[in-house]
């Protein structure tokens, strides 16, 4: 079998056609039960939770994506997170970014630690750093690159040999570069994690969440805990993702050539007082981004001064929707300090340079000439 190129595996890959019918576009199969021709005899479905046609195809499909062994659909992002965790133990020990997607923070330091499954936030951007952080109970380490808001980079070959060594899981969360960007496992991670709901879905109108295991036997566990726990996604959803999916090539080819403008347009300004973009030549990882994804994404966050500052730009602003989310086809804007990040102490919050003058804006499709000047009218002081 020839490999196929991106574009292509986009439109083809999974298996993009009904079985029953041809159908080119895969139904939606509304449905919660099967009928069984005896006892235990059906053909491959008994209950929508353990498994539905429509969401089974959206799970072949991004298993294929992300080259792994198996794909699992989930009613959320946190729901696949939740799911990845739950195969840990109590007396298990985590160790994650430290600027992880708050929400991650948020069930990790809420809800498992009351559970039993302790954690330690380290700088992934450094193997020496996570290695501080090794307990002997530990079980998996959790990264996300690049991070959220301040964009770092971790070097995802490095950490999962050390991983292998280690024993450990090594799970990535990929909602920011998306398969077309990067294929976590094929680096060497074990599980690689999506918030569907990001560019994936891509058009602001799902939630949806997104898990790809590299072997079966990971399978076997990950499917076990989705029938057990049941966050699984709805077949109309799994449905907008598959559609969603065809056009991501096209759509993260248009969000970053505009970022990158943007990036451009704000980099001759003085009044910012820094900008966190991978495609940058002056970012920290710049090479380790080049060579570890195909692409820098659609993420621009910098800093103009203050939170007052922040909101009077936003104010003025036409065309970036002030929003949480990130990832679809509109421009948004956020103060992370204060919406995506403020479940985050403020103490904490400061220590990881998330200060109140940071804007994140996810960079949609618009023609950048309307979105350049936009901004320049909402910077005008
Ligand atoms: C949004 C997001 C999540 C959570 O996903 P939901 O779909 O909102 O539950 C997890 N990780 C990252 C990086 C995210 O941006």
Partial sequence: MFRLKRKTKLIHGGSPFDPQTGAVSVPIYQVSTYKQDEIGVHKGYEYSRTGNPTRHALEQYIADLEEGARGFAFSSGMAAIHAVFSLLSAGDHIILTDDVYGGTYRIVTKVLNRLGIDNTFADTTSL????KALQPNTKALFVETPTNPLLKVSDVAVLAAWCKAEELLFVVDNTFSTPYWQNPLALGADIVLHSATKYIGG??????GLAVVKNDKLGEELHFVQNATGGVLGPQDAWLLMRGLKTLGLRMEAHE???LAIVEYLSGLDTIESIHYPGLRSHPQHELAKRQARGFGGIVSFD??????????????KYFTLAESLGAVESLISVPARMTHASIPRERRALLGITDGLVRISVGIEDHEDLI????????E
């Fill in 203 to 208: 058009h602001s109108d799902v939630v949806a």
């Fill in 128 to 131: 020496d750093e996570v290695a």
């Fill in 257 to 259: 050539e505009n970022a």
């Fill in 373 to 380: 000047a936009d901004l320049e009218q909402a910077l005008a």
């Fill in 304 to 317: 103009v001064g203050s939170g007052e500052k922040a909101s009077d730009m936003i104010r003025r602003l």
